[in-house]
């Protein structure tokens, strides 16, 4: 299944194979999850706005105890945004969070314009995006989750191997991309102990928990299932828990493109457009 | 019944953003049938939902101990009427509850024969459509029990609660509260015509003398100041035609979710 380019006659020990890295159900549910959890990110980021706090436990709204808060105050006659996390920390925001300008005005909203969807303050209209694509995003993940199973590429691709585990190798693989020093030659045919434990903790946990945290603050949901309720302490905890996981997952998506830009972005983009990866191989010419 | 209070007030301060709202995915909402497509989700949603829950399946009911130390008044915290003015200074003697439409027998009662029907006391959650919560004990008279007294024509298929409050001021009365239900939600055990909370009298702030409380669905669903029930076979005589005040105005009529 490899297709063999010949690589400079120069260097006639080592050539660059192209190998198949993302089947075509992997790289399709892939960029169809880029654009469901874009939407669903801007426009969580409205429905967040209609109320700017959370809490902790069954109840929770103004009266009651906040867990974190993005709000706008007046200080000295002049508005200022703040974000304030239990009881004592309170950060100061101006222009980003709590106040921030809207075509050229300044503006009391938590999140600002340019993250959610739509711009303009819009519950509804945020409401509508974000089941809409959040019925796509859970299809397209039970796609890739039965594929996964089906096809084998978790046991084969995901699930790491017991010498993997083991504290010395993590720690020399952290201290690599520390170093930004990725596997290269065979090694780069396969996920390293990294990537296969973030992935994991990825698509079995923090997807799973979104969506599941997601469900327990619909009042329909509950009634059908109530144990969501105990499962994460009530409606108020899955919505502070909602926006925890989401929180995790933007750092997730971070680190994912700062790690595909300085691997080489040309051929971490290939492989996962056209499914080829090209690697560099020691070996006699061929 | 949930005010979008800051919602209006940022809409007025965001006036700036008047130029991004010609733009964006309010654009690509109104364009092309995408507005429809994205919409559609509400009937999958409703579907499921109705599957997953059956007709019977309740709504958590708590403790004495969790009800919310402090219940938030939204939306309309009174109606400002003479008519209501009146009925409060006399302590609701007064009032009446309508009941008419696709009925057989359309009745009017008082709040003094509602406390005389079967009642109902449940603790169960109140969730707004912002995502705030609170928990709150409400005693009332199932709805099924008045349904049944009225007796249904074949042709009913919501039930639709008129309201004393008007949360927007507009020359044609649009702004007018109303709310509806269907039938599998109007007959749920745990949808009553509430006249107490937490123990008391409704307060004026909560909808006295009635309000609906429908427990699988947002706070918008939960009609205050109710005084007329019309059974209908469809919407599309009554203001927006989406079934409600805030459905008139984007949001979801199914509010299960």
Known sequence: MTEELRNSPLTPRWRTILIRRHSVVTRLTHWLNVLCLGVLLLSGLQIFNAYPQLHWGQYGADADPAFLKIGASESNGEPHGFITIGSSVTVSTTGVLGLSKTGGEWTTRAFPAWLTLPPYQDLAAGRRWHFFFAWIFVVNGLVYLGYGFLSHHFRRDLVPQRSELVPRHLWREIVDHARLRFPKGEKARRYNALQKLTYIAVIAALLPLMVLTGLTMSPGVDAAFPVLLDIFGGRQSARTLHFITASLLVAFVAVHVAMVVLSGPWNTMRSMITGRYAIRQEGPDA | ???????????????????????????????????????????????????????????????????????????????????????????????????????????????????????????????????????????????????????????????????????????????????????????????????????????????????????RQ????????????????????????????????????????
């Open chain 2, 1 to 215: 019944m949930t005010s979008l209070t800051r919602r209006r007030f940022l809409i007025g301060t965001a006036s700036g953003a008047s130029v991004l709202a010609l733009t964006g995915c309010d654009a690509l909402e109104q364009n092309a049938g995408l507005g429809a497509v994205i919409r559609s989700a509400e009937t999958l949603t409703m579907k499921a939902q109705r599957l997953l829950l059956g007709r019977g399946a309740l709504a958590r009911e708590f403790a004495e101990t969790d009800i919310s130390p402090s219940f938030r008044v939204n939306g309309t915290s009174a109606p400002d009427s003479e008519e209501y003015a009146q009925l409060v200074e006399g302590k609701f003697a007064g009032w009446r509850l309508k009941i008419d439409g696709l009925v057989d027998r359309p009745q009017e009662l008082s709040l003094a024969d509602l406390k005389k029907l079967p009642a109902r006391t449940q603790i169960t959650r109140h969730d707004c459509v912002e995502g705030w919560s609170a928990i709150g004990k409400w005693t009332g008279v199932p709805l099924g029990i008045l349904l049944g007294s009225v007796g249904l024509k074949p042709s009913a298929r919501f039930a639709v609660f008129h309201c004393a409050d008007e949360l927007e001021r507009t020359l044609d009365g649009s702004g007018r509260y109303y709310e509806s239900i269907d039938l599998i939600d109007a007959f749920h055990p745990q949808t009553i015509l509430a006249y107490a909370m937490n123990g008391q009298d409704l307060a004026v702030g909560h909808g006295a003398p009635l309000r609906l409380r429908v427990e």
């Open chain 2, 218 to 257: 947002l706070g918008y669903k939960q009609a205050k100041y109710v005084k007329r029930i019309e059974i209908v076979d469809s919407f599309a005589g009554l203001w927006g035609g989406n079934g409600g005040y805030w459905e008139d105005r984007g949001y979801e009529w199914y509010a299960g979710i």
